[in-house]
Nanobody, 118 residues
Framework: VQLVESGGGSVQAGGSLRLSCAAS?????MGWFRQAPGKECEGVAY????????RYADSVKGRFTISQDNAKNTLYLQMNSLKPDDAAMYYC????????????????WGQGTQVTVS
């Protein structure tokens, strides 16, 4: 499975960005994770590809939206009302099985895209 993220960049606080992740094939679950320097990797948003069920970290609820285009095998993360605390490297990941809402299930990872919020 190959995952290629895009869409990161630098934005002012309160601004928006949309991240994209092109996947070579569809998997059971897809997720967005982020890691800031000196901090642990955090699961931001998850989606069960077959049902469209989603889950979000409390820190991004109401601001971020995960979505998918199954025809294009592409995952998105719409990020609104960005805060400085949202700055991190964002990774797209895929899980072939297991509990969709646990990072432990994700074995396929993209290279990441940087988000900076000033």
């Amino acid at each position: 499975v190959q995952l290629v993220e895009s869409g990161g960049g630098s934005v002012q606080a309160g601004g928006s960005l949309r991240l994209s992740c092109a996947a070579s094939i569809s998997r059971w679950c897809m997720g967005w994770f982020r890691q800031a320097p000196g901090k642990e990797c955090e699961g931001v948003a998850y989606i069960v590809t077959s049902s469209g069920n989603t889950r979000y970290a409390d820190s991004v609820k109401g601001r971020f939206t995960i979505s998918q285009d199954n025809a294009k095998n592409t995952l998105y993360l719409q990020m609104n009302s960005l805060k400085p605390d949202d700055a991190a490297m964002y990774y797209c990941a895929a899980a072939g099985s297991g509990y969709c809402y646990s990072q432990l299930a994700y074995h396929y990872w993209g290279q990441g895209t940087q988000v900076t919020v000033s």
